[in-house]
């Protein structure tokens, strides 16, 4: 699939309850006021956060990254969701010469489900347990306190004011990761994408990529006020637990 061609498609006409602007206005809403207050409230972590990165090793404190999105848009009189691309922000984690090809071997191995490879980045893991590569010797001393408590991710609030983001939806992927997708995956990204979702609260990073595309659909066919909330709400205890957070 040519960036052209991905850049440029639509995802799947809206459809059922979502198709009703109201609900993607007060989700907007909410998004912004809930966003700006917690912004507000985690200035102070923030701050810390920023110094003892700088002091644990060298590098910007912010970490940049492409990211892909839905967006909806109407088109010829319908509503489609559009796939475009924007900045994703987020503490930084690692050093700033880890070899980014780490990640796309990983990124392909989980979406392929190629098990050998991956069991080779995690040892032994178990059921349950993260499959993101263990003691990536590219997370700083600091980076893995970050990940652990999901404090990196933070400066998506910045994100979700933007409009790149929302609070809930399925997390927005890397376009390396969108070349091993079958048509069925990009349906994924018909929903502005999230800081957590229906996904990360069932597993978090402990599941299949399978697994995470069919929650990801299961939400944007039931996405909701009242299954946003839930969400939100889930992601306080799911945070706390930090299950499949390293």
């Known amino acids: 699939m040519s960036d052209a061609a991905l850049l440029h498609a639509d995802v ?3 459809h059922g309850r979502a198709e009703r602007s109201g609900y993607h206005v007060a989700k907007r809403a909410v998004d912004v006021v809930v966003a700006s207050l917690l912004l507000v409230l985690a200035s102070p972590l923030l701050a810390l956060a920023a110094i003892v990165i700088r002091l644990d090793s060298p590098g910007p404190v912010v970490f940049r990254q492409q990211r892909l999105r839905g967006r909806r848009a109407k088109r010829d009189g319908r509503w489609v969701w559009e796939i475009r691309s924007f900045t994703l922000y987020k503490l ?4 700033v010469d880890a070899d980014p090809h780490v990640h796309r071997r990983y990124m392909e191995a989980y979406l392929t489900g190629d098990e050998e490879c991956l069991s080779t980045m995690r040892p032994g893991r178990k059921h349950g347990e993260s499959y993101r590569p263990a003691e990536d010797p590219r997370v700083t001393r600091f980076g893995r ?3 652990k408590l999901s404090i ?4 998506q609030l910045s994100n979700v004011l933007r409009g790149d983001m929302s609070l809930v939806g399925p997390r927005p992927p890397v376009p390396y990761e969108v ?3 079958q048509s069925y995956h990009l349906r994924r990204l018909a929903s502005r994408p999230g800081i957590t979702g229906w996904a990360q609260v069932k597993g978090r990073c402990a599941i299949g990529f399978e697994d995470m595309v069919r929650l990801d659909l299961e939400y944007i066919a039931r996405r909701s006020a009242w ?3 839930k969400v ?3 992601t306080i205890p799911v945070v706390l637990s930090r299950k499949g957070a390293d």
């Open 179 to 181: 070349e091993h997708y």
């Open 152 to 155: 990196d991710e933070l400066p």
């Open 227 to 229: 299954l946003d909330l």
């Open 145 to 147: 306190v970050l990940r």
């Open 92 to 95: 930084r984690t690692m050093r």
């Open 12 to 14: 799947l006409a809206d």
């Open 232 to 234: 939100m709400m889930l």
